[in-house]
């Protein structure tokens, strides 16, 4: 009987903590994962941009939730989270209940005001759901609770994350895949779109658990990288990020995405991470869940920012900087993959990045292969924050005029159409491009009670993906086979090109509604960042 009841937890301390990874007490300090060495955000939280994610909502669901001051005898005086609200599904918490100290390290991550360890976005406002035990909840229940989270703020929350997962075991379908039809993914699919919020999700790590909803189109999933002479410059090895061959390939997968789609977006720093658990001690983690929350963050401080130039009625800027195509265009596509040698070619990057057996981007098939746009392991590359700023702050350019090097830009596309973007600018002969495309998965609610939300019981109806692509060119060519490169994936809901330019020359970028699944008509974000000609 002992022995099963110490089964029983460690089952509830493995679900609970789901993709957290190591735990370990600190040891001499490292520099934080927001410094120059991790995602840069520091810089961005000082003058002169004096970002801290002020007034942006961001949410979390996990199986557990931080502790609240003022409601919960756990929470210390001396308590360095601020939250805006903690909720047990779609209720008001209740004192001392669900309490979690992993779910109390990632919502540090993301608001933490402690001097020594802040968060990302330490003056944002964190709403957070707990689903509950295992025995009481399944992919419904947290899927009442992303809805609930998605609704405070009076709508208005700008990213939502999720550092826990549910397993394949426990999916309600026979013989469940990731195929991004679980519930619980088609859920959070459905929510980036009706409730327009930004999903950043944390990737498996190869324990054979739990994966769902990593398989999502609408949002991103998120590995988590290690530091090597002092940066975080590689995929961790604790990562589940290869494909599945040899020892271990059943349990592989199970947890990499039914045919080519790629399951990760992007990756950040997760390993040795400085955080402040429920009693106010310092841990060091490691794993995806703390990779994710910086991600999520990041999506605050760059809201702040856009927010900031609406309000001041700033020139090429719209709400359509608040749409999360937009978001996961700007991220991805400023993510740090291949070192610039101080020239600008490689567009400033401050590193390279590593996969597993230490190849790089360029030496990839997402590199070589027309129809692959995602690195295996890395996605688009490490976020870097400071880099996404960069990315986001020359505001939206309409393809109506030649548009500048560094942009972005969310409008529609009809079927069997094409809309092209010409650079204003000649493009230096050796530099890279980069350039990504983001739209969603049209996964609509099977309302049968026409409230206009889920509720348990209720089903989603996946309505498929209409397929874009996307083309560099020279500005005089009209016909796609003559381009430069291409991103031509037949199964991603992004498309994304990072390759040099041949020559000197004026060029355009193509944005290409391929073929149709649902509507005629398909919102997406563009994102472009290239090297004008010296």
């Not at 209740?94 to 991550?109: E, I, Q, R």
């Not at 990302?120 to 689903?131: D, E, I, T």
């Not at 990731?178 to 619980?184: E, Q, R, S, V």
Request: aromatic share 8%; proline share 5%; net charge neutral.
């Amino acid at each position: 009987m002992a022995k099963r009841q110490t089964i029983k937890k460690l089952v509830w301390i493995v679900w609970g903590l789901g993709i957290s990874g190591l735990t370990s007490p600190v040891l001499a300090k490292e520099p934080s994962t927001l410094s120059e060495v991790g995602i840069d955000a520091i810089k961005l939280q000082a003058p002169p941009y004096n970002l801290l994610g002020r007034k942006i909502a961001i949410g979390q669901v996990e199986i557990g939730r931080p502790g609240y001051f003022g409601l919960d005898k756990a929470v210390s005086l001396h308590q360095v989270l601020s939250l805006s609200g903690v909720f047990y599904r779609d209720t008001p918490a209740k004192a001392n209940a669900n309490l979690d100290p992993h779910a109390t390290m990632v919502a540090g991550m993301m608001i933490s005001s402690d001097k020594a360890r802040p968060g990302v976005a330490p003056q944002a406002r964190l709403y957070s759901s707990a689903v509950g035990s295992p025995k009481t909840s399944g992919q419904p229940e947290e899927c009442l609770a992303t809805q609930y989270v998605a609704q405070q703020n009076g709508g208005d929350v700008r990213a939502i994350n999720f550092s826990f997962g549910e397993s394949l075991d426990r999916d309600a379908r026979p013989n469940a895949v990731l195929d991004g039809n679980a519930l619980l993914t088609q859920c959070v699919d459905w929510s980036a779109r009706v409730h327009d919020v930004f999903y950043a999700i944390a990737g498996n790590q190869g324990s054979g658990g739990i994966p769902i909803p990593t398989d999502n189109f609408n949002g991103v999933s998120v590995a988590y990288t290690t530091r090597r002479q002092g940066v975080f410059t590689k995929v961790d090895f604790a990562n589940l990020s290869a494909a599945p061959v040899g020892v271990g390939k059943r349990l592989l997968d199970r947890e990499i995405n039914v045919g080519p789609r790629r399951a990760i977006s992007i990756v950040a720093p997760g390993s040795n991470v400085e955080l402040i658990d429920l009693e106010g001690k310092v841990n060091r983690v490691t794993g995806t869940s703390f990779a994710a929350p910086q991600v999520t963050a990041s999506v605050a401080l760059l809201q702040e920012y856009g927010d900031r130039q609406l309000r001041t009625k700033q020139p090429q800027w719209t709400t359509d900087s608040r749409r999360h195509e937009v978001m996961k265009a700007v991220l991805l596509n400023s993510a740090e993959k291949i070192k610039d040698s101080g020239d600008g070619l490689r567009l400033g990057m401050t590193r390279t990045m590593l996969a597993k057996d230490n190849t790089d981007w360029l030496e990839s098939d997402a590199y070589k292969d027309r129809k692959i746009p995602l690195h295996l392991q890395m996605g688009t590359g490490q976020l870097n924050v400071f880099r996404a700023y960069q990315q986001f702050s020359p505001g939206q350019q309409s393809p109506a005029a030649p548009v500048p090097p560094t942009a972005w830009d969310y409008r529609t596309i009809k079927a069997s159409s094409i809309q092209d973007y010409v650079l204003d600018k000649p493009l230096q002969k050796e530099s890279f491009v980069s350039i990504t495309l983001a739209w969603d998965r049209l996964v609509e609610l099977q309302d049968t009670n026409k409230n206009g939300q889920f509720n348990v019981g209720e089903s989603f109806r996946d309505r498929g993906l209409n397929n874009l692509d996307i083309y560099l060119m020279r500005a005089e060519d009209n016909d796609t086979s003559k381009s430069i490169w291409s991103s031509e994936s037949e199964v991603d809901s992004v498309e994304h090109i990072f390759q040099q330019v041949p020559t000197t020359g004026r060029y355009k970028i193509r944005v290409q509604f391929r073929q149709q699944a649902n509507e005629d008509v398909q919102p997406y974000a563009l994102a472009w960042w290239t090297a004008p000609a010296k």
